[in-house]
């Protein structure tokens, strides 16, 4: 059985810092891409960094330069250090492990909350 569980997320104050982590029970974890999405209060949930089974990475302009997504094979472990974070990366920050179609696993996400 597929289980994703994300940690790490909080209450912190605006320009502070969270690392997220996301443990992965998935067989042929490097061969999946793994990506953090976010979803805040009445909006859609959005795709926020993702990284490829072959290490390359993307984000979404709203956290370029912020946000480093960062995946550990051996210990089939996905991270997401937020740096600079601002009262509108508030939502529930979810980790989604996919390899290709119909292969789309998702945790039960974790809440960050920016406020001062």
């Known amino acids: 059985q597929v289980q994703l569980v994300e940690s790490g997320g909080g209450l912190v104050q605006p320009g502070g810092s969270l690392r997220l982590s996301c443990a992965a029970s998935?067989?042929?974890?490097?061969?999946?891409?793994m990506d953090w999405y976010r979803q805040a209060p009445g909006l859609q949930r959005e795709l926020v960094a993702s990284v490829t089974s072959g290490g390359t990475t993307n984000y979404a302009a709203s956290v370029k330069g912020r946000f480093t997504i960062s995946r550990d094979n051996a210990k089939r472990m996905v991270y997401l250090q937020m740096n600079s974070l601002k009262p509108g990366d508030t939502a529930v920050y979810y980790c989604?492990?996919?390899?290709?179609?119909?292969?789309?696993?998702w945790g039960k996400g974790t809440l960050v909350t920016v406020s001062s």
């Open positions: 998935l067989s042929f974890f490097s061969l999946h891409n």
């Open positions: 989604n492990a996919n390899r290709g179609p119909g292969a789309s696993y």
